[in-house]
């Protein structure tokens, strides 16, 4: 992404929808922050209840909906004070935006966005503004990725930089779907890819009388297929787009297992909701750990190392 992290663990989008808290939250010693989902107009968001724990399972159930106080107040909002290191912020569509203007938004929201990001987001996963996965299919995809490359470019040309656009993908694509999204991303050149947002499935829950609550679930139910939705992406991409990992990361083995299948940066929420700030040092610490007693000076060595050791004794 052409961007140098102090370390490779973010916060996940959806903590900060409104970039009220960037400083407190990068005292919290996240290498980087993505913020939003912001969209172009504020809105409320669906009705509360709307969040629920499973302290059981280490998981939770939102059904925001993107509730936010819209692109203009964002953007004031992360002029002052001031950026504190990497800020991602992460861009959706409107509610009431049909998916066939949803380009509109994102290119809005884009615009308004990118010369106080280092990278944008470009969310096309979330379960609770209904239609909006659909734009993870093909051919809508790659439209939406050629506009907003195209606007990319012409960006570059007033501010001098070239902001990186990512997309966040669903745990929730078949495998055909996964290599369509690897392809597009390879054929856009888009930047990085997120990989994921949080489940419509409710693996490993029978019995869980919350787990019937619509929306989304993260946390350790979603972990596995988070990882195998990194690891077949990674297959495809062999390294040429970044990969951003996310779901059920709760420890550095969790954050080791999704480097290993491919990711090359790690985001964390549900996490920090139970453990608290702690976990954020632990992880860090504990990957810091790893590099040392690999061996190597960097994380991306000794992860490659690692990948390498894992492939000689699986052929053997
Ligand atoms: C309450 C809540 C709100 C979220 N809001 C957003 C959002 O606005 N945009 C987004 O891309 N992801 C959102 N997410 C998804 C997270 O960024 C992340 O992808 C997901 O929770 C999996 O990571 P985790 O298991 O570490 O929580 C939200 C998650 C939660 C729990």
């Known amino acids: 992404m052409g961007l140098r992290f102090p370390n490779p663990l973010g916060l ?19 290498g980087w922050l993505e913020l939003g989902t912001v969209t172009p107009q504020p809105q409320a968001g669906n009705p509360k209840k709307r969040l629920f724990r499973i302290p059981s399972h280490a998981a939770l159930i939102n059904r925001m909906g993107f509730n936010n106080i819209g692109v203009e107040a964002f ?3 992360l002029k002052y004070p001031g950026k504190a290191g990497i800020v991602g912020v992460n861009i959706g569509r409107n509610k009431d935006t049909p ?12 615009r308004a966005v990118a010369a106080y990001s280092d990278y944008v ?8 503004t209904p239609g909006l ?17 195209h606007e990319q470019v012409a960006l570059a040309k007033s501010y001098h930089v070239q902001v990186p656009i990512a ?15 690897a392809r597009i991303a390879l054929e856009r050149k888009l930047d990085a890819i997120i990989a994921t947002n949080t489940t419509l ?7 869980v009388l919350a787990a019937q609550e619509d929306g989304g679930l993260s946390g350790r139910p979603l972990k596995q297929l988070a990882t195998a939705t990194i690891s077949k992406l990674y297959r495809h991409l062999q390294g040429k787009v970044t990969i951003i990992g996310v779901g059920g990361i709760e420890s550095v083995d969790d954050a080791w297992e999704k480097l290993i299948a491919g990711a090359d940066l790690l985001q964390i929420y549900t996490a920090l909701v139970y453990q608290g700030p702690g976990v954020v040092g632990r992880i860090v610490r504990g990957l810091a750990r790893r590099v040392k007693a690999s061996g190597c000076t960097t994380l991306a060595e000794a992860v490659a190392k690692a990948r390498n050791e894992l492939r000689v004794t699986s052929s053997q």
């Open 201 to 207: 499935t409710r693996p490993s829950m029978e019995g």
């Open 75 to 77: 953007v004031n909002n």
């Open 121 to 128: 987001v470009i969310n096309v996963s979330s379960p609770n």
């Open 133 to 149: 996965r659909d734009l993870q299919e093909r051919d809508a995809l790659d439209e939406l990725l050629l506009l907003l490359k």
């Open 99 to 110: 998916n066939a203007c949803a380009i509109d938004d994102y290119l809005q929201v884009l």
């Open 12 to 30: 996940a989008a959806g903590l900060d929808k409104n970039a009220e808290y960037v400083r407190p939250l990068s005292d919290l010693g996240f």
């Open 167 to 181: 997309i966040k993908v669903a745990p929730d694509l078949d495998d055909e779907q996964i290599a369509a999204v």
